[in-house]
């Protein structure tokens, strides 16, 4: 019913940039966050930016180096990366809290994409 589909992974040299971007299709009534997350190896999936309700929260680690924004028209979420750091190797996940037509009376439903891979590393 719902895609999430991430892009703009890749390999990056410390200091460098990345944007990602994040497009929900499917069957959409609402979205009322979208959000992105990382997971590195071996460790859990952790939060690192989410907007939605007129708020944007950052995990301190990455407080002034990225921006979230969202395309409201397009159902899409980017995270622009820069200054990154060798610790900011993941795979990113996007999330959001979307309802569908068919649930639209119903509560949101939280849904992923299938995660892009960033790599920092000289």
């Known amino acids: 019913q719902v895609q999430l589909v991430e892009s703009g992974g890749g390999l990056v040299q410390p200091g460098g940039s990345l944007r990602l971007s994040c497009a929900a299709s499917?069957?959409?009534?609402?979205?009322?966050?979208m959000g992105w997350y990382r997971q590195a190896p071996g460790k859990e999936r952790d939060l690192v930016a989410i907007?939605?309700?007129?708020?944007?929260n950052y995990v301190d680690s990455v407080k002034g180096r990225f921006t979230i924004s969202r395309d409201n028209a397009k159902n899409t979420v980017y995270l622009q990366m820069n200054s990154l750091k060798p610790e900011d190797t993941a795979v990113y996940y996007c999330?959001?809290?979307?309802?569908?037509?068919?649930?639209?009376?119903?509560?949101?439903?939280?849904?992923w994409g299938n995660g892009t891979l960033v790599t920092v590393s000289s």
């Open positions: 999330s959001g809290e979307i309802k569908t037509w068919r649930n639209r009376n119903y509560g949101y439903r939280n849904y």
């Open positions: 499917g069957s959409i009534f609402g979205i009322r966050s």
């Open positions: 907007t939605g309700g007129g708020t944007t």
